[in-house]
């Protein structure tokens, strides 16, 4: 395995685990709201840190959940091709996804900078700094882009994609357990 390779993997790794953090941080406000209402106390802002939270726990493990398969693909077209046409179909289709991707990655990561230089906080009970929540959708959303120009490439030069992996794994794992 090349260095690239396990620091792509880390990278995706991070990802899922920061993803995790957020689930674990939407529980932790929500428990703090609930433990307070029994003492008469209040979480300021609570609200929007859960909306914040929920962001991120959405967009960074994309690229994690990606590579282990845990996507919904819909292989109505690809499924039934094979040979040539099937890996055209998946280029374009690793190519257009990639785009659209590094083009919502630039669009957030150009709002958090925004943010960050105009010092633009959310209007709640409390002033958050909106570049935070903002950087960590953007930073998912490009953590996602570069994963999938990177089973672009493994699918141009001839390798198996993530995804495809992930999916023969899984097959296979289901056949084991009908033996």
């Known amino acids: 395995m090349t260095a690239l390779r396990r620091a792509l993997d880390a990278l995706y790794l991070i990802g899922g685990v920061l993803g995790g953090v957020a689930l674990a941080?939407?529980?932790a406000i929500i428990a703090a709201q609930?433990?307070?209402r029994q003492f008469g106390a209040t979480v300021l802002g609570a609200d929007d840190l859960t909306a914040f939270s929920v962001a991120a726990s959405a967009t960074l493990p994309l690229a994690y959940a990606f590579r282990h398969?845990?996507?919904i693909r819909v292989d109505l077209i690809i499924g039934r091709l094979s040979g040539a046409p099937r890996f055209v179909m998946e280029t374009?289709?690793?190519t257009a996804t990639a785009a659209l991707a590094a083009f919502f990655a630039y669009a957030m990561l150009d709002l958090a900078f925004d943010?960050?230089?105009f010092e633009d906080v959310a209007q709640g009970s409390v002033a958050w700094k909106l570049?935070?929540?903002q950087a960590m959708v953007g930073s998912g959303v490009a953590l996602l882009a570069?994963?999938?120009f990177d089973d672009l490439i493994v699918h141009l030069t001839g390798g198996v994609p993530s995804y495809r992996r992930?999916?023969?794994a899984s097959a296979l794992e289901r056949a084991m357990e009908e033996v």
């Open 34 to 36: 609930v433990i307070g």
């Open 25 to 27: 941080a939407i529980a």
């Open 146 to 148: 570069i994963c999938l």
């Open 166 to 168: 992930a999916a023969e």
């Open 131 to 133: 570049w935070v929540p």
């Open 115 to 117: 943010s960050f230089e």
């Open 69 to 71: 398969g845990a996507h």
């Open 92 to 94: 374009v289709a690793l």
